[in-house]
């Protein structure tokens, strides 16, 4: 019977009622939060995620602020969750949330200020926006008497600032990446070299320095040269230039690279976060065995540029803004792992680890959970299992989850935190390295929420207590009630959970605006979906309404999560969430597939496998071979001789037999669609492809250039229709389901393997023993020698063509698929040729191809908002009659917030600017932008040549596929791999 619960506004697992007020413990209710009046200034899935909760607490004068880019128009409607608002007048707006310029986001905090202060707010929460992390922001509130939902200024200075925090972890004495902290002073130093030229410079300009500080003669200079520019900041001035600052990162890059060859180097600006305001420079010499001074210089003239588009992208480019950058050692093979934390200014806990290393773009895709309980379990399993390699690579990573979080809780308790923030580290096999504090909640908190909650207890009586579960609540009762609240306890809820960004972004994961969201199908048992309101029906015909996916935020369209007694349910329930789900729109794209194949890749090797944070683009670029290949082939041309293949084979086995010639073109024929639209549709999206190939690695073998079936293909074939969520339905349409005679052609094969399989005693994966059996012309267990032949010859009539399917798998094979693996001690293992730039390049364009374009005009690759120049003020990149180089930079393109700099991808001349709007001008995917004369001339594809080349691809592939009966039939032994946690199926009608 069908579940009637909303999973979507009534989902058990993150909505209850809050209410301490109506505790019947006097103690409890005094944690009561009704009377809190917050304003919400963030957009996104926490904004309605907090107008959920700060509802569920009871509280009734909640306010919103919206920016001119959101709307409440519902056609295209940015700000969905104002659907369930009844009281528009507890809607405000401003132009935007933090202003263009230092003036304008001065200008816009006491705007904040005063629509609170106005309209009876008494505190402001802002998500996991800039703003929540932004000192200034915070310590305006606080000046107004306000509260603030989420750290004070104080540990906002102390451990925000990325420069900062990494002091008071060296301070706290915790490890931290290598790398210069103090850039910023050094370029002053670079100006004023002494002491004596530093206290001119402070008489000079007028700066508001300590006089203690200033007479303190045996201070460093780089701390005094700090001192200076911190009174700089405070009186609004800039002391250098960014020039002058890119000069010196340069410098420091410089030195980087001759300290640490082979490596590469991050740039981050310190009040960046989210994946904005960081770049990485040096991959030329990551492969340069002995680079000379020549390619460190090369290598390191990128950072002037990179420098200034750091800046921007985090708003720190204004007179007086602290335009420190942090310059760090990127250490190539590690994982990201965070720790979440929750302080009231006395006492700090830690609500275990996340692990974030699968990203891209230092933007999250997927976050699983990492706990000690979860650990210790998995480590048990494996020892019981007689895996110790396993085991022992999990003690590591124990002990190294067991120091990072006592670290990070005493970090917390240093910088007096009083509220949510996250203790980021990088880990390197046993080490690990702290990197940075987000003074706010993470995108990433419900995978926490989901493993742990917190019991607070009476002082005077431990039996008196409540719990909380959400991170957001636990922030307004920390903002209402501070000190008051006890150190609480904190208690497991469920063993693992995994959370998946669906993102507006093409099949290479490059951020795609513009699209429209015309249906979504409704949440799952299970499934937690955060998309700040989409999923929510017209509150008046309760239909789906359209949503435009805009380019002015940030690409995340939604949060989903799973949760399980153990990380592989999790994975499982994830995946099933993912294949489940229809999104459908118009000019739409997301990375929906992308994660279902990267789940499911991991479920066929190990769920806790241990990925770096380089896992992804490699990743990317074999999914991309697989489509380059995938591209090859013809299937209609491949049924088509498969068919000739048979017709010898019945001409040869059954000589004059005309009937038994025509029987079996016909059982082929039947076959042809439930065959080849599977085929097609794994041939059509390499990322569905990626992941039922790692779930599927086990049911084959090659030998002596053969594919050998150790599983019945039948059962195979039966799973990958689940597996793509077109298993026949009768109510749904025929173009996203198995046909109805395929299903009944299907059904009918499998029920004869089922029982047959049951007859002789054997398990689903000894198809060889039964196929051995059947190859035996005298009867078996029983059976009549009619029966028996009867049998025989369904036998080779149900397998007849079947070994079609082993395509795909010769698809693997030849782009090495296979070789892309994880260990025994759970490190994965990349084929260097992954690495290549080249490769992933060329790869990237497969998965996404440019838009057509003509010979003698550049196009803009995606949609966003142009820019010709690299800042205000800058000579444009290039201009009519200019000739550019390949690779060099043409313009910039910002998109969601990032700005991607276009670099040419051949040599050419600018005949003409075809682009005139000015800066900021939104331009769209295959616009014409430049006139141009390419240095050579492109020659044009020859279709012919392209089906010709498909065809003999498609016979080489065959070639492996297609055999004798004798050989057809032959026993294979299965091959040994190291097991995953679990077997995982995707049940079928019975799978064979």
């Not at 009630?481 to 006890?486: E, F, G, N, Y």
């Not at 689940?722 to 052609?745: G, I, K, T």
């Not at 049998?791 to 010769?810: T, V």
């Not at 492109?938 to 080489?956: G, Y």
Request: hydrophobic share 40%; net charge neutral.
């Amino acid at each position: 019977m069908a579940s009637n619960v909303d999973h979507y506004r009534n989902n058990p697992l993150i909505h209850r009622d809050r209410r301490l007020g109506s505790s019947p413990s006097a103690w409890v209710r005094s944690f009561a939060c009704e009377d809190l009046k917050p304003l919400i200034v963030c957009r996104g899935p926490i904004r309605k995620e907090a107008m959920d909760v700060f509802a569920e607490m009871g509280m009734t004068h909640v306010g919103i602020l919206l920016s001119e880019k959101d709307s409440i128009v519902y056609a295209n409607a940015l700000a969905p969750e104002l659907r369930q608002l009844a009281d528009h007048d507890r809607v405000h707006r401003v132009p935007d949330y933090t202003g263009a310029t230092k003036e304008e986001r001065v200008e816009r905090m006491n705007q904040i200020v005063q629509i609170a202060l106005d309209n009876g707010y008494d505190s402001v929460f802002a998500g996991y926006g800039f703003m929540a992390e932004d000192e200034e922001f915070v310590a305006t509130i606080e000046r107004a008497g306000l509260k603030f939902i989420g750290p004070n200024s104080i540990t906002q200075a102390r451990a925000g600032k990325k420069d900062e925090a990494k002091r008071t972890a060296l301070e706290v004495k915790v490890s931290v990446t290598p790398g210069v902290n103090d850039v910023a002073a050094r370029t002053l130093l670079a100006k004023h070299k002494t002491r004596k030229q530093l206290l001119a410079l402070v008489e000079a300009e007028g700066l508001a320095c300590d006089a203690k500080v200033l007479a303190d003669e045996k201070l460093e200079l780089p701390v005094l040269a700090e001192h200076v520019l911190q009174a700089s900041y405070a009186k609004g001035i800039d002391l250098f230039t960014i020039d002058e600052l890119g000069a010196q990162v340069q410098v420091e890059v410089a030195e980087m690279f001759r300290k640490y060859p082979r490596s590469r180097v991050r740039l981050k600006a310190i009040g960046g976060g989210g994946g904005k305001g960081q770049r990485i420079l040096g991959a030329s010499l990551l492969t340069a065995k002995d680079p000379d001074a020549k390619a460190v210089a090369a290598a390191a003239a990128e950072a002037p540029a990179m420098v200034r588009e750091v800046l921007s992208e985090v708003k720190a480019t204004g007179v007086g803004d602290n335009k420190n950058v942090l310059i760090e050692l990127n250490i190539e093979q590690t994982r990201h792992n965070e720790i979440q934390l929750l302080g009231n200014g006395e006492w700090c806990v830690s609500l275990g680890g996340r692990d974030c290393s699968l990203q891209m773009h230092e933007q999250k895709l997927l976050e699983v959970s990492v706990t000690q309980e979860a650990l210790a379990a998995t480590i048990e399993r494996a020892k019981k299992n007689g895996k110790p390699v396993r085991a022992k690579a999990l003690e590591v990573d124990l002990e190294i989850l067991k120091r990072m979080e006592d670290d990070a809780a005493r970090f917390g308790q240093a910088v007096g935190l009083d509220s949510a923030s996250t203790f980021e580290c990088i880990v390197d096999r046993d080490r690990y390295y702290f990197m940075e504090v987000n003074t706010r909640i993470q995108v990433e908190h419900r995978v926490s929420e989901l493993c742990y909650a917190l019991e607070f207890a009476n002082p005077d009586d431990p039996a008196d207590t409540f719990v909380v579960e959400s991170l957001v609540e636990a922030m307004a009762l920390l903002a209402r009630h501070k000190r008051r609240l006890p150190k609480p306890r904190r208690i497991q809820r469920f063993g693992a959970a995994v959370e998946a960004r669906l993102n507006a972004t093409d099949a290479s994961l490059s951020p795609h605006a513009g699209g429209v969201i015309r249906y979504w199908s409704k949440p799952i048992e299970g499934e937690i979906r955060d998309d700040q309101g989409i999923s929510m029906p017209n509150p008046d015909t309760r239909m789906f309404m359209r949503y435009k996916v805009a380019g002015a935020y940030d690409s995340n369209i939604a949060l989903l999560l799973t949760k399980g007694d153990r990380r592989l349910e999790s994975y499982k329930h994830l995946a099933r969430v993912l294949a489940r789900m229809e999104l459908r729109g118009t000019t739409l794209a997301t990375n929906m597939e992308f994660h279902y194949g990267l789940v499911n890749w991991f479920l066929g090797q190990s769920v806790n496998a241990k990925p770096t944070t380089r896992f992804v683009v490699p990743y990317l670029t074999l999914v991309g071979m697989l489509k380059d290949e995938a591209n090859k082939l013809d299937t209609a041309y491949a049924f088509a001789e498969m068919k000739k293949h048979y017709a010898k084979l019945m001409a040869t086995e059954n000589p004059g037999d005309a009937a038994a010639q025509k029987a079996m073109a016909e059982v082929l024929d039947r076959k042809v669609t439930l065959l080849t639209r599977v085929i097609d549709r794994f041939l059509d999206d390499p990322h569905l492809f990626a992941g039922w190939l790692s779930m599927n690695r086990r049911h084959y073998r090659i030998e002596n250039g053969k594919l050998l079936w150790i599983r019945n293909p039948l059962g195979v074939l039966n799973d990958a229709y689940a597996y793509l969520n077109m298993a026949f339905h009768p109510r749904r349409p025929a173009s996203q389901v198995m046909w109805e005679h395929d299903h009944e052609l299907l059904t009918k094969s499998l029920r004869f393997y089922v029982a047959l399989r049951e007859r002789f005693g054997l398990k689903r994966e000894e198809y060889y023993k039964l196929n051995e059996i059947l190859q035996k012309e005298e009867p078996q267990d029983g059976f009549d020698a009619e029966t028996w032949t009867r049998i025989r010859s369904a036998h080779l009539g149900y397998e007849a063509g079947n070994e079609l399917l082993g395509l795909l798998f010769m698809v693997a094979e030849s782009v090495r698929f296979f070789d892309f693996k994880v260990e025994e001690d759970l490190e994965v293992t990349i084929p260097e040729h992954l690495h290549d730039p080249e490769l992933q390049a060329r790869m990237k364009k497969v998965l996404c191809p440019p838009p057509a374009t003509k010979a003698d005009e550049l196009v803009a690759p995606f949609g966003g908002m142009f820019y010709r120049q690299e800042a205000p003020g800058r000579p444009p990149f290039v201009e009519e009659g200019q000739h550019f180089d390949k690779g060099q930079p043409l313009y910039i393109i910002e998109v969601m917030k990032m700005f991607n700099t276009v670099r040419a991808p051949f040599s050419g001349t600018i005949e003409k600017v075809l682009m005139q709007g000015a800066d900021g001008t939104v331009v769209q995917k295959g616009q014409p932008l430049f006139k141009i004369t390419p240095d050579e001339k492109f020659v044009p594809v020859d279709p012919k040549a392209v089906e010709r080349e498909r065809r003999t691809r498609t016979q080489k592939h065959l070639e492996g596929v297609l055999m004798t009966f004798a050989e057809k039939f032959t026993t294979v032994e299965p091959v040994r791999f190291e097991e995953p946690e679990e077997e995982v199926a995707w049940a079928g009608v019975e799978a064979v």
